[in-house]
């Protein structure tokens, strides 16, 4: 370099009075008059103006074109031509590609830092007051699309803040009228709701964007609450299981207790079958005996009275026979040994 | 030669006052021009190419598209008391370019007599309503686990079903209390939305200490009713216990009651023929059953049987 230095120096040295960049551009003049160089500056030119009428457009973008900051068009996707320079500005949208925006994550974490307050953004943006002033963790994603990019670039400068702003003031605005409960388990409705409700205030902002969904990410309570959130899950299933052990041993006792109930009425049942049928059986016997003892009463029952004692006699014990004319009969006997005795009357 | 020089620094003063008086105003831009810091003529809201006079008029440039501001957050006690810690924003847009030109001149500044306004205005409405009427915005009946609560707990939570105004309607109060301040600097305030409402820590932690007391109790409440319809089961059960027993008892008796009923006819009807001569079978049946070796049996001469061994 100084090379070059010294050099300037002794040029400026040597020739005085006109300036020496001036001396050295009109004695080299004529050196540029090579017949090379205005073609090349031809060639430059065309290529700056072909490369700012000429542009292309993405499958999933349209450019915004402004005359002069005005807007003029919308063009498709494709090639397309534009006029040159300052005069035609293009913008391209991706109207197509689907955002996403993540709130109360790690991730978002980091890029919410330059937002500070001076409480720590980490627990803030998910911690959410619920209706019944209970405090949650609701974590979600926004997925969005540019749908009207006219508004999109005109409309609103930070439009990224703004959906930042809008969604977090929407997810609390619905959050606050849950009760913890309800936060925990309808998360479907809170999405749902609030998914409108940030619409609704896109819309009225003239945004441009359009909500294709809002996820709810596994809402929770603050981390020193969550064990007595369990206990409640738990209790919920220590309650059912008591029911269903009662319920078991209900189920293992009535049905036995129903059979067992059956049996007896057919036991009973069989006991009166029974009885009826015997009653029958002696009836009948009775009948057909006694119409034959009718037709010779005083023969038949003595008949049957001999029978009678020939059938017992030999079966008893002692037999005493003692005349009738005989008193005081006892002491003869020993009937201490004996067990029962009976007189016979007849 | 000196021809040439002239030309040429004429068409450079044509170039650079063509320059200098030609411009571009974008779509989100609208512009007023000043003459020696005098506003001349209306301002210019359509975009598109203008043109001045160069040098002595001089553009200024301000946004037309809606911007944001993001309010100070800040502990802001509560009408029942509560510190509560409160984030706002709000979209705000330049309506009197003019108006504001003359009276806060640039948005940096805009944005300082923003915060002067807005803050004190969401300060007033939220240490004038309860917690509760910030957070809800509706009176909807929620769905906790309080079903089936004592009385007085139930009335503590109608109190907070009780919604009268809303987070929406302060958000809209808060609005209309700083939109007419804010006309004379010719700025239109869009809207103004909390973003967060939270709990200072030190409340915080008191409140997850009720929390975590709320859902022992609850979990309690639980297990005590698993207990209680688990003791109801049971008491179903030992009833239908009795109940089909007994039932069943009663129905065999039934049944055998008729049985002996019609057996007591049947037999009533047959030997109610003949009474003697079934006294007479029945004992005849009687002795043969009854008697047998172990019975000593005394016999007079008397007897029918004995007769005939006394003599004839």
């Known amino acids: 370099m100084s090379w070059d230095w010294d050099k300037l120096k002794e040029q400026q040295q040597g020739k005085k009075g006109v300036p020496p960049q001036m001396e050295n551009f009109i004695k080299n003049f004529p050196k540029f008059n090579l017949p090379g160089l205005p073609l090349i500056i031809l060639i430059l030119f065309l290529v700056y103006l072909g490369s700012s009428v000429i542009y292309t457009v993405g499958v999933d973008e349209v450019g915004i074109i402004q005359r002069f900051g005005k807007y003029i068009r919308t063009s498709q996707p494709g090639l397309n031509f534009k006029l040159p320079g300052i005069i035609e500005k293009v913008t391209k949208v991706k109207v197509r590609r689907v955002y996403k925006k993540e709130f109360g994550f790690r991730s978002v974490r980091a890029d919410d830092k330059q937002r500070l307050s001076s409480e720590s953004e980490s627990d803030s943006v998910a911690l959410m007051l619920t209706g019944d002033l209970n405090v949650a963790l609701v974590p979600w994603i926004v997925q969005y699309r540019i749908n009207d990019p006219y508004n999109y670039l005109f409309k609103i400068k930070e439009v990224d803040s703004l959906l930042s702003d809008m969604s977090e003031a929407a997810m609390r605005l619905v959050i606050g009228d849950r009760s913890i409960n309800e936060v925990i388990s309808k998360r479907g409705e809170v999405a749902e709701e609030a998914k409108a409700v940030l619409q609704a205030e896109l819309d009225k902002s003239e945004s441009g964007l359009s909500i294709v969904t809002i996820e709810m990410e596994k809402t929770n309570v603050p981390e020193p609450v969550q064990q007595s959130f369990n206990e409640v899950n738990q209790a919920v299933q220590e309650k059912e299981k008591l029911i269903y052990q009662a319920r078991e041993a209900y189920n293992k006792a009535i049905p036995e207790a129903m059979g067992e109930a059956e049996r007896t009425i057919r036991v009973a049942e069989g006991y009166a079958l029974d009885r009826v049928n015997r009653s029958k059986g002696d009836a009948a016997r009775f009948v057909a005996l006694y119409q034959e003892y009718a037709k010779a009463k005083d023969i038949t029952k003595k008949r049957m009275y001999l029978e009678m004692l020939k059938d017992i006699m030999p079966k008893l014990g002692n037999k005493y026979i003692i005349d009738a004319n005989q008193k005081n009969v006892l002491p003869l006997l020993n009937l201490e040994k004996q067990i029962g005795a009976i007189k016979n009357e007849k | ?312």
């Open chain 2, 1 to 312: 030669m000196k021809s040439r020089g002239i030309i040429l620094a004429i068409c450079i003063i044509a170039v650079l006052s063509i320059a200098g008086s030609v411009f571009i105003v974008d779509e989100t831009e609208q512009i007023i021009i000043t003459q020696f810091g005098k506003v001349v003529g209306s301002p210019i809201k359509e975009p598109g190419l203008y043109m001045k006079i160069p040098l002595i008029q001089e553009i200024n440039y301000f946004p037309k598209n809606l911007m944001r501001w993001d309010g100070n957050p800040g502990q802001i006690p509560t009408l029942d008391k509560t510190y509560i810690w409160v984030d706002t924003f709000a979209r705000w847009k330049i309506v009197d370019p003019v108006k504001f030109f003359q009276t806060v001149n640039n948005t940096v500044s805009a944005v300082a007599r923003l915060d002067d306004i807005i803050d004190p205005a969401v300060r007033n409405f939220i240490t004038s309503y309860s917690l509760i009427e910030t957070v809800r915005k509706s009176a909807r009946e929620l769905d906790t686990f309080e079903a089936g609560m004592m009385e007085d707990k139930k009335y503590e939570m109608q109190s907070l079903f009780a919604i009268k105004t809303g987070r929406e309607l302060i958000m809209k109060g808060i609005l209309e209390q700083a939109q007419p301040k804010l006309a004379q600097f010719g700025i239109e305030l869009v809207d103004v939305k909390i973003k967060r409402i939270n709990y200072v820590s030190e409340v915080r932690d008191s409140v997850y200490t009720r929390m975590i007391a709320e859902r022992k109790q609850i979990a309690e409440k639980f297990r005590s009713e698993g207990h209680g319809e688990a003791k109801k089961i049971t008491g179903e059960k030992e009833r239908d216990l009795k109940r089909i027993t007994s039932e069943a008892y009663r129905k065999a008796q039934e049944i055998q009651g008729k049985a002996d009923a019609e057996a007591t006819k049947i037999y009533a009807k047959a030997f109610g023929s003949d009474p003697g001569f079934y006294s007479f079978i029945k004992t005849l049946e009687v002795y043969n059953e009854s008697l047998g070796k172990d019975t000593s049996i005394i016999l007079s001469t008397d007897s029918e049987l004995f007769k005939y061994l006394k003599g004839y």
